[in-house]
């Protein structure tokens, strides 16, 4: 009866460092409504300083360049969200239909987008609109 015990003890544990490494942790707070706009690809030579992310759509991982993040619903301010969000590589897991999606796949290098849409778990981002936008 002790050497099961035993062994169920040490499953668990191999389990739990399994999970641990599968998904980044999640602090139980609830998603956030966000609203970013920049452009895909390189920085451009416009003398602004964006901040340069880049975000895995589930097919490829392309840099995103931020030029403005709003925290429409949530705690934490766009200041946070973007501290937060800079170190990580990538930045954005981006998930949606595809008709959501297509907007961004199919954007060129530089072209002004507006994507909105849930951040839950850290960097998991649920994308609800995206749209081309005018140049600021």
Same mark, same amino acid.
């Given at each position: 009866m002790r050497l099961l015990h035993h062994r169920a003890?040490? #499953? #668990?544990?191999?389990?739990?460092l399994g999970l +641990?490494?599968?998904a980044p942790p999640f602090d139980g707070s609830a998603p956030e409504l966000i609203r970013? !706009?920049?452009y895909p690809g390189p920085p451009k030579a416009?003398? %602004?300083t964006p901040q340069s992310l880049v975000v895995d759509d589930g097919g490829t =991982? %392309?840099?995103?360049q931020l030029l403005a993040l709003e925290v429409v619903t949530g705690r934490r301010s766009a200041a946070s969200v973007r501290d937060a969000l800079e170190p990580l590589k990538p930045s954005l897991f981006l998930s949606g239909p595809k008709s959501v999606l297509a907007p961004y796949r199919e +954007?060129?290098?530089g =072209?002004? #987008?507006v994507i909105e849409g849930w951040l839950a778990d850290g960097r998991r981002f649920m994308a609800? !609109?995206?749209r081309a936008a005018p140049a600021p």
């Open positions: 003890v040490c #499953l #668990l544990v191999v389990l739990g +641990a490494h599968a970013l !706009t920049g416009d003398g %602004r =991982q %392309r840099a995103f +954007a060129p290098d =072209q002004m #987008l609800s !609109t995206i």
